[in-house]
Protein backbone atom coordinates (compact mmCIF):
# COMPACT_ATOMS: atom_id res chain seq x y z
CA UNK A 1 0.00 0.00 0.00
CA UNK A 2 1.90 3.23 -1.25
CA UNK A 3 1.74 6.03 1.53
CA UNK A 4 2.10 9.77 -0.10
CA UNK A 5 2.71 12.86 1.69
CA UNK A 6 1.23 15.40 -0.17
CA UNK A 7 2.49 18.48 2.18
CA UNK A 8 6.24 18.27 2.30
CA UNK A 9 8.23 21.56 1.74
CA UNK A 10 11.94 22.49 0.92
CA UNK A 11 13.64 25.37 0.22
CA UNK A 12 15.97 24.16 -2.59
CA UNK A 13 19.77 25.72 -1.90
CA UNK A 14 19.12 28.33 -4.87
CA UNK A 15 16.40 29.85 -2.56
CA UNK A 16 18.16 29.74 0.51
CA UNK A 17 21.25 31.47 -0.72
CA UNK A 18 18.50 34.21 -1.50
CA UNK A 19 16.94 34.22 1.74
CA UNK A 20 20.51 34.59 3.16
CA UNK A 21 21.27 38.20 1.31
CA UNK A 22 18.26 39.31 2.76
CA UNK A 23 17.83 41.85 5.67
CA UNK A 24 14.47 41.93 5.54
CA UNK A 25 11.79 39.45 6.25
CA UNK A 26 11.98 36.71 5.06
CA UNK A 27 15.56 36.24 5.61
CA UNK A 28 18.04 33.41 7.10
CA UNK A 29 20.76 34.66 9.63
CA UNK A 30 23.11 33.92 12.37
CA UNK A 31 22.94 36.36 15.60
CA UNK A 32 25.77 37.75 17.59
CA UNK A 33 24.65 35.98 20.64
CA UNK A 34 24.38 31.79 18.56
CA UNK A 35 26.77 32.50 16.15
CA UNK A 36 27.06 28.88 15.08
CA UNK A 37 23.21 28.69 13.94
CA UNK A 38 21.39 30.35 11.50
CA UNK A 39 17.82 30.83 11.65
CA UNK A 40 14.82 31.14 9.37
CA UNK A 41 12.73 34.46 9.68
CA UNK A 42 9.45 34.05 7.48
CA UNK A 43 6.52 34.84 8.96
CA UNK A 44 5.45 38.72 9.23
CA UNK A 45 6.11 40.49 12.21
CA UNK A 46 9.07 37.43 13.21
CA UNK A 47 11.89 39.57 13.88
CA UNK A 48 10.15 42.35 16.46
CA UNK A 49 13.08 43.42 18.31
CA UNK A 50 11.36 42.91 21.44
CA UNK A 51 11.98 38.87 20.43
CA UNK A 52 15.51 37.60 21.78
CA UNK A 53 17.17 36.86 18.62
CA UNK A 54 17.44 33.17 20.22
CA UNK A 55 13.75 32.92 19.69
CA UNK A 56 13.41 34.81 16.25
CA UNK A 57 11.74 32.57 13.52
CA UNK A 58 12.93 28.95 14.16
CA UNK A 59 16.48 27.00 13.06
CA UNK A 60 17.30 26.13 9.69
CA UNK A 61 19.47 23.31 9.24
CA UNK A 62 19.54 20.99 6.25
CA UNK A 63 16.05 19.18 6.96
CA UNK A 64 14.88 22.10 4.97
CA UNK A 65 17.13 22.46 1.95
CA UNK A 66 19.06 18.79 1.99
CA UNK A 67 17.03 16.74 -0.39
CA UNK A 68 18.79 13.49 1.03
CA UNK A 69 17.30 14.35 4.65
CA UNK A 70 13.59 14.86 2.89
CA UNK A 71 13.94 10.79 1.25
CA UNK A 72 15.60 9.24 4.93
CA UNK A 73 12.81 11.39 6.63
CA UNK A 74 10.40 9.58 4.04
CA UNK A 75 11.94 6.36 5.05
CA UNK A 76 12.05 6.85 8.82
CA UNK A 77 8.42 7.82 8.65
CA UNK A 78 7.04 5.21 5.75
CA UNK A 79 6.79 7.10 3.16
CA UNK A 80 6.63 6.35 -0.49
CA UNK A 81 6.36 9.31 -2.73
CA UNK A 82 5.89 12.67 -1.62
CA UNK A 83 5.07 15.51 -3.88
CA UNK A 84 7.27 18.42 -2.70
CA UNK A 85 6.86 22.56 -2.72
CA UNK A 86 8.55 25.02 -1.99
CA UNK A 87 7.40 26.83 1.35
CA UNK A 88 5.98 30.45 2.16
CA UNK A 89 6.50 32.88 1.46
CA UNK A 90 7.62 31.60 -2.24
CA UNK A 91 8.44 34.24 -4.23
CA UNK A 92 5.45 36.68 -3.41
CA UNK A 93 8.36 39.19 -2.10
CA UNK A 94 10.54 39.46 -4.95
CA UNK A 95 10.11 42.33 -6.73
CA UNK A 96 8.76 42.09 -10.61
CA UNK A 97 11.63 42.18 -12.68
CA UNK A 98 13.14 39.33 -10.22
CA UNK A 99 10.13 37.07 -10.28
CA UNK A 100 10.98 35.34 -13.77
CA UNK A 101 14.25 34.52 -13.40
CA UNK A 102 13.54 33.27 -9.56
CA UNK A 103 11.09 30.77 -10.90
CA UNK A 104 12.25 29.70 -13.76
CA UNK A 105 15.54 28.42 -11.73
CA UNK A 106 13.41 27.39 -8.50
CA UNK A 107 11.23 25.25 -10.56
CA UNK A 108 13.47 23.88 -12.89
CA UNK A 109 16.28 23.19 -9.32
CA UNK A 110 13.26 21.26 -7.58
CA UNK A 111 12.12 19.53 -10.89
CA UNK A 112 16.34 18.36 -11.20
CA UNK A 113 16.04 17.08 -7.28
CA UNK A 114 13.02 14.96 -8.05
CA UNK A 115 14.94 13.59 -11.31
CA UNK A 116 17.18 12.08 -8.72
CA UNK A 117 14.63 9.82 -6.85
CA UNK A 118 12.62 8.46 -10.19
CA UNK A 119 9.28 7.28 -8.56
CA UNK A 120 9.33 8.72 -5.33
CA UNK A 121 9.24 12.58 -5.70
CA UNK A 122 6.65 14.87 -7.52
CA UNK A 123 6.41 18.75 -7.05
CA UNK A 124 4.14 21.48 -7.13
CA UNK A 125 5.93 24.45 -8.82
CA UNK A 126 6.12 27.91 -7.80
CA UNK A 127 4.69 31.22 -9.88
CA UNK A 128 6.11 34.19 -10.64
CA UNK A 129 3.03 36.53 -8.96
CA UNK A 130 4.63 39.99 -9.17
CA UNK A 131 5.79 39.30 -12.58
CA UNK A 132 3.71 41.09 -15.28
CA UNK A 133 1.09 38.67 -16.28
CA UNK A 134 1.91 36.98 -19.69
CA UNK A 135 5.09 35.76 -17.74
CA UNK A 136 2.98 33.89 -15.16
CA UNK A 137 1.15 32.22 -17.99
CA UNK A 138 4.15 31.38 -19.51
CA UNK A 139 5.47 29.67 -16.56
CA UNK A 140 2.14 27.82 -16.11
CA UNK A 141 2.82 26.12 -19.27
CA UNK A 142 6.25 25.65 -19.05
CA UNK A 143 5.21 23.52 -15.60
CA UNK A 144 2.49 21.77 -17.49
CA UNK A 145 5.07 20.59 -19.90
CA UNK A 146 8.14 19.17 -16.80
CA UNK A 147 8.05 15.77 -16.08
CA UNK A 148 7.72 16.05 -12.63
CA UNK A 149 5.59 19.02 -12.40
CA UNK A 150 1.75 18.07 -10.41
CA UNK A 151 0.65 21.33 -9.87
CA UNK A 152 1.05 24.55 -8.14
CA UNK A 153 2.14 26.05 -4.74
CA UNK A 154 0.10 29.82 -3.88
CA UNK A 155 -0.72 31.78 -1.08
CA UNK A 156 -3.39 33.53 0.19
CA UNK A 157 -2.47 37.34 -1.26
CA UNK A 158 -2.45 36.36 -5.61
CA UNK A 159 -1.42 39.55 -6.94
CA UNK A 160 -1.43 41.68 -3.89
CA UNK A 161 -5.20 41.43 -3.50
CA UNK A 162 -6.20 38.26 -2.53
CA UNK A 163 -7.52 35.06 -4.41
CA UNK A 164 -10.76 36.73 -6.01
CA UNK A 165 -9.52 39.52 -7.90
CA UNK A 166 -10.45 39.22 -11.15
CA UNK A 167 -6.84 40.16 -12.25
CA UNK A 168 -6.16 36.51 -11.21
CA UNK A 169 -8.49 35.20 -14.51
CA UNK A 170 -5.95 34.41 -16.76
CA UNK A 171 -3.81 32.18 -14.35
CA UNK A 172 -7.33 30.66 -13.22
CA UNK A 173 -7.78 29.94 -16.57
CA UNK A 174 -4.46 28.63 -17.60
CA UNK A 175 -4.57 26.40 -14.57
CA UNK A 176 -8.13 24.53 -15.45
CA UNK A 177 -6.69 24.31 -19.08
CA UNK A 178 -3.34 23.01 -18.32
CA UNK A 179 -5.43 20.30 -15.58
CA UNK A 180 -2.92 22.00 -12.96
CA UNK A 181 -4.25 22.04 -9.70
CA UNK A 182 -3.72 24.89 -6.99
CA UNK A 183 -2.05 23.90 -3.33
CA UNK A 184 -3.39 26.57 -1.37
CA UNK A 185 -1.31 27.67 1.66
CA UNK A 186 -1.40 30.18 4.50
CA UNK A 187 1.24 32.54 5.31
CA UNK A 188 0.81 35.84 6.34
CA UNK A 189 -2.00 34.77 9.29
CA UNK A 190 -4.05 37.78 10.81
CA UNK A 191 -3.10 41.11 11.52
CA UNK A 192 -1.24 41.50 14.50
CA UNK A 193 -3.53 43.07 16.42
CA UNK A 194 -5.64 40.24 17.06
CA UNK A 195 -2.89 38.35 18.52
CA UNK A 196 -2.82 41.26 21.63
CA UNK A 197 -0.10 42.64 23.46
CA UNK A 198 1.48 39.60 24.80
CA UNK A 199 1.62 37.82 21.72
CA UNK A 200 5.25 37.37 22.03
CA UNK A 201 5.30 35.53 25.07
CA UNK A 202 3.46 32.22 23.40
CA UNK A 203 5.77 31.82 20.82
CA UNK A 204 4.07 30.64 17.43
CA UNK A 205 0.63 28.74 18.56
CA UNK A 206 -1.58 31.54 17.66
CA UNK A 207 -0.34 32.63 14.01
CA UNK A 208 0.06 28.76 13.07
CA UNK A 209 -3.01 27.32 14.90
CA UNK A 210 -4.86 29.69 14.18
CA UNK A 211 -3.89 32.35 12.62
CA UNK A 212 -2.97 30.42 9.23
CA UNK A 213 -6.43 28.29 8.93
CA UNK A 214 -8.35 31.24 9.30
CA UNK A 215 -6.24 32.85 6.83
CA UNK A 216 -7.16 30.07 4.18
CA UNK A 217 -10.62 29.60 4.98
CA UNK A 218 -11.14 33.42 4.47
CA UNK A 219 -9.22 33.45 1.04
CA UNK A 220 -11.56 29.95 0.01
CA UNK A 221 -14.67 31.97 1.19
CA UNK A 222 -13.31 35.25 -0.63
CA UNK A 223 -13.15 32.95 -3.95
CA UNK A 224 -16.23 31.53 -3.82
CA UNK A 225 -18.13 34.86 -2.73
CA UNK A 226 -16.67 36.38 -6.31
CA UNK A 227 -17.71 33.50 -8.31
CA UNK A 228 -14.57 31.35 -9.11
CA UNK A 229 -15.81 28.45 -9.05
CA UNK A 230 -18.95 30.14 -11.51
CA UNK A 231 -16.27 30.94 -13.84
CA UNK A 232 -13.73 28.22 -13.86
CA UNK A 233 -16.06 25.01 -13.07
CA UNK A 234 -12.90 22.87 -13.54
CA UNK A 235 -10.39 24.39 -11.47
CA UNK A 236 -9.47 22.41 -8.78
CA UNK A 237 -7.92 23.75 -5.35
CA UNK A 238 -6.09 21.41 -2.62
CA UNK A 239 -6.63 23.19 0.68
CA UNK A 240 -3.62 22.80 3.34
CA UNK A 241 -4.47 22.08 6.99
CA UNK A 242 -7.91 20.14 6.47
CA UNK A 243 -9.11 23.43 4.70
CA UNK A 244 -8.22 25.81 7.72
CA UNK A 245 -11.74 25.65 9.20
CA UNK A 246 -13.46 25.54 6.05
CA UNK A 247 -15.60 22.19 7.11
CA UNK A 248 -16.43 23.41 10.17
CA UNK A 249 -18.24 26.77 8.86
CA UNK A 250 -19.28 25.70 5.43
CA UNK A 251 -23.08 25.66 6.59
CA UNK A 252 -22.55 28.74 8.61
CA UNK A 253 -21.15 30.34 5.39
CA UNK A 254 -24.10 29.13 3.63
CA UNK A 255 -26.62 29.99 5.82
CA UNK A 256 -24.90 33.94 5.88
CA UNK A 257 -25.16 34.21 2.27
CA UNK A 258 -28.79 32.84 2.08
CA UNK A 259 -29.56 35.30 4.39
CA UNK A 260 -27.72 37.89 2.88
CA UNK A 261 -29.88 41.01 1.14
CA UNK A 262 -27.24 42.72 -0.55
CA UNK A 263 -26.56 39.75 -2.60
CA UNK A 264 -30.01 38.90 -3.07
CA UNK A 265 -30.59 42.62 -4.68
CA UNK A 266 -27.52 42.07 -6.83
CA UNK A 267 -29.32 38.16 -7.75
CA UNK A 268 -25.79 36.65 -6.69
CA UNK A 269 -27.79 33.86 -4.78
CA UNK A 270 -30.29 31.96 -7.09
CA UNK A 271 -27.36 31.46 -9.99
CA UNK A 272 -24.73 30.33 -7.93
CA UNK A 273 -22.91 26.73 -6.93
CA UNK A 274 -23.35 26.51 -2.97
CA UNK A 275 -19.94 25.80 -0.72
CA UNK A 276 -21.25 22.02 -0.45
CA UNK A 277 -21.23 21.53 -4.08
CA UNK A 278 -17.93 23.22 -4.50
CA UNK A 279 -16.38 21.37 -1.66
CA UNK A 280 -16.82 17.77 -3.18
CA UNK A 281 -16.41 18.96 -6.88
CA UNK A 282 -13.17 21.53 -6.72
CA UNK A 283 -11.44 21.29 -3.58
CA UNK A 284 -9.38 18.78 -1.86
CA UNK A 285 -8.30 18.85 1.50
CA UNK A 286 -5.30 17.64 3.03
CA UNK A 287 -5.26 15.71 6.32
CA UNK A 288 -2.73 17.69 8.16
CA UNK A 289 -4.73 18.32 11.27
CA UNK A 290 -3.72 15.71 13.88
CA UNK A 291 -7.09 15.00 15.59
CA UNK A 292 -9.66 12.55 14.71
CA UNK A 293 -12.74 15.63 14.87
CA UNK A 294 -10.82 17.46 12.62
CA UNK A 295 -10.14 14.87 10.23
CA UNK A 296 -14.15 13.63 10.32
CA UNK A 297 -15.04 17.54 9.41
CA UNK A 298 -12.82 17.25 6.29
CA UNK A 299 -14.19 13.85 5.90
CA UNK A 300 -18.02 14.96 6.04
CA UNK A 301 -17.30 18.18 4.17
CA UNK A 302 -15.48 16.82 0.60
CA UNK A 303 -15.73 13.06 1.23
CA UNK A 304 -12.70 10.39 2.11
CA UNK A 305 -12.13 10.41 -1.89
CA UNK A 306 -10.32 13.71 -1.50
CA UNK A 307 -8.27 13.78 1.61
CA UNK A 308 -4.58 13.37 1.13
CA UNK A 309 -2.25 12.43 3.78
CA UNK A 310 0.97 14.94 4.45
CA UNK A 311 3.28 16.25 7.03
CA UNK A 312 4.30 19.26 6.95
CA UNK A 313 7.74 18.51 6.75
CA UNK A 314 10.74 19.96 7.65
CA UNK A 315 7.84 22.28 9.94
CA UNK A 316 7.25 20.92 13.48
CA UNK A 317 10.27 18.73 14.15
CA UNK A 318 10.04 16.90 17.89
CA UNK A 319 11.77 19.36 20.04
CA UNK A 320 13.33 16.13 21.87
CA UNK A 321 17.17 15.55 20.87
CA UNK A 322 16.62 11.95 20.61
CA UNK A 323 13.09 12.07 19.25
CA UNK A 324 13.15 8.75 16.75
CA UNK A 325 9.94 9.25 15.00
CA UNK A 326 7.83 13.36 14.78
CA UNK A 327 5.24 13.39 16.71
CA UNK A 328 3.87 15.74 14.18
CA UNK A 329 3.75 12.88 11.39
CA UNK A 330 2.07 10.06 14.04
CA UNK A 331 -0.66 12.34 14.91
CA UNK A 332 -1.97 12.96 11.48
CA UNK A 333 -1.11 8.40 10.96
CA UNK A 334 -3.52 7.66 14.26
CA UNK A 335 -6.10 10.60 12.99
CA UNK A 336 -6.63 8.26 10.11
CA UNK A 337 -6.33 5.36 11.40
CA UNK A 338 -8.70 5.80 14.22
CA UNK A 339 -11.49 7.77 11.80
CA UNK A 340 -11.32 4.68 9.13
CA UNK A 341 -10.97 2.16 11.71
CA UNK A 342 -13.39 -0.40 10.07
CA UNK A 343 -12.77 1.29 6.13
CA UNK A 344 -9.75 0.10 5.41
CA UNK A 345 -9.89 0.35 1.78
CA UNK A 346 -11.22 4.34 2.73
CA UNK A 347 -7.50 4.60 5.40
CA UNK A 348 -5.95 3.37 2.16
CA UNK A 349 -7.36 5.97 -0.33
CA UNK A 350 -6.02 8.54 2.16
CA UNK A 351 -2.89 7.74 2.56
CA UNK A 352 -1.69 7.02 -0.83
CA UNK A 353 -4.20 5.98 -3.48
CA UNK A 354 -5.88 9.10 -3.66
CA UNK A 355 -2.75 11.33 -4.19
CA UNK A 356 -1.67 8.62 -6.95
CA UNK A 357 -5.34 8.83 -8.86
CA UNK A 358 -5.64 12.99 -8.40
CA UNK A 359 -2.20 13.50 -9.20
CA UNK A 360 -1.26 10.96 -11.79
CA UNK A 361 1.52 9.73 -10.11
CA UNK A 362 2.89 6.40 -11.42
CA UNK A 363 4.55 4.64 -8.64
N1 LIG B 1 5.25 27.23 9.46
C1 LIG B 1 5.41 27.79 8.25
O1 LIG B 1 5.89 28.91 8.13
N2 LIG B 1 5.05 27.10 7.17
C2 LIG B 1 4.54 25.89 7.24
O2 LIG B 1 4.24 25.30 6.20
C3 LIG B 1 4.36 25.32 8.52
C4 LIG B 1 4.73 26.01 9.60
ZN1 LIG C 1 3.00 23.71 4.99
Known amino acids: MPVVDIHTHIYPPTFVELLRSRTTVPYVRTFPDAPDSSRLIILPGEDDPSTPSTSRGRPIGPEY ?80 RLKHMRGVIMGTSGLGN ?60 RMLLSGVWERFKKLNVLLAHSGGTLPFLAGRIESCIKHDGH ?24 AVIYSEVGLKAAMDASGSDRLLFGTDHPFFPPLEADAKEWHSVNANYSAISTTFKDHETAAKDVLGNNAIRILKLHP
Not at 68 to 83: N, R, W
Not at 269 to 277: A, F, H, S, Y
Open 263 to 286: LKKEGKIEERRDVWDILKTNIYLD
Open 162 to 221: GLDDPALDPIYAALEKHEQLIFLHPHYGLPASVYGPRANEYGHVLPLALGFPLETTIAVT
Open 65 to 144: YDIAQKISFMDKHKIDISVISLANPWLDFLPSNEAEEAAKRINDDVDGLCAKYPGRLYAFGTLPLSAPMETVVKEIERLA
